[in-house]
């Protein structure tokens, strides 16, 4: 699947084709392109390795981030001063905890200092209330439910995905909200792709419990050196099969951050000395 731009955008962003130009609905991932300079739109706090102390309110270039946001939000044909209140975001733990928000998200300013705790996916039927995860490696999962108009962002990691995450936010969406999985859309974001994502134990052990030795195998890419190589891609397709959705509404963007890594941030592409400050891009969905 090829990167989708959309050049009426200044901004070049990536979108799913199965989710563009749905009335009601705007979506789209943030990549580090600008025209003339590198777009960093988020960045890691600088010191310490514990993210749930950290949080967003460490980060070391909030205006720079928040400006950045903006610029994203408003290629969207979002204005951000007004929406930015309702702008929410998850705390990214590597949790498969998904929550789901009400009316009570406007104004509630749930991102920056104060994203929704303990969960790592969001969920919501309200329209001007943007979901946003951040991500590195990890692939976002976008979804929504073309019928009851209900609209979800994963962060799915090694640890998302064999917690099955995706099958938790589907769940959410068909028992919060009535939602039949075979109206639901999904778009599997770039991440760290079966091309790179070289993994040791405990993700061996994790992805043969959680998917069965035979998925496993599949799952699992033994390269010529003996090491092995895992497919998130594949993985959370697989889950959200499971959990009931049409193989037709699954798309995924077979995009991988570390061959890509001039269009989107990697993790692992980033030099170790250089990590505590490794760039992060945004997705983000809204009903409008
Ligand atoms: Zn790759």
Redesign the pocket.
């Known amino acids: 699947m090829p990167i989708s731009y959309d050049n009426t955008l200044e901004l070049p962003v990536f979108q799913f084709e199965n989710l563009k130009n749905i009335p009601g609905l705007a979506h789209a991932i943030s990549t580090r392109l600008a025209p003339g300079r590198p777009l960093i739109t988020e960045v890691q706090p600088s010191a310490p390795n514990d993210y749930r102390l950290a949080g967003r309110a460490a980060y070391i270039q909030k205006e720079t981030v928040m400006g950045r946001r903006s610029e994203f939000l408003a290629a969207l044909g979002l204005d951000y001063e007004k929406i930015q209140p309702n702008l929410v975001g998850v705390r990214q733990l590597h949790t498969a905890t998904v929550r789901t928000v009400g009316a009570e998200a406007y104004g509630a300013n749930l991102n920056w200092d104060n994203p929704l705790p303990d969960c790592d996916g969001v969920i919501t039927d309200q329209p001007g209330v943007p979901l946003m995860t951040i991500h590195a490696d990890c692939p976002a999962i976008l979804l929504y439910d073309q019928v009851r108009k209900v609209a979800g962002t994963l962060h799915s990691g090694w640890r998302g995905t064999v917690g099955k995450i995706a099958l938790e936010g589907v769940r959410q969406m068909v028992d919060g909200y009535g939602s039949d999985p075979k109206n639901i859309l999904a778009g599997i974001g770039p991440s760290?792709?079966?091309?790179?994502?070289q993994v040791g134990e405990p993700v061996l052990s994790e992805v043969k419990r959680a998917f069965g030795p035979e998925m496993a195998a599949e799952l699992l890419i033994q390269q010529p050196d003996g090491s092995y190589h895992f497919d998130l891609w594949q993985a959370i397709y697989n889950t959200l099969l499971e959990a009931g959705l049409d193989p037709a509404h699954i798309e995924q963007s077979q995009v991988?951050?570390?061959?890509?890594n001039e269009t989107f941030f990697s993790y692992r592409a980033t030099p170790p000395d250089q990590r505590q400050n490794y760039g992060q891009f945004t997705a983000v969905i809204v009903l409008t």
């Not at 991988?256 to 890509?260: A, P």
């Open positions: 760290i792709g079966p091309c790179c994502y991988c951050t570390l061959c890509e």
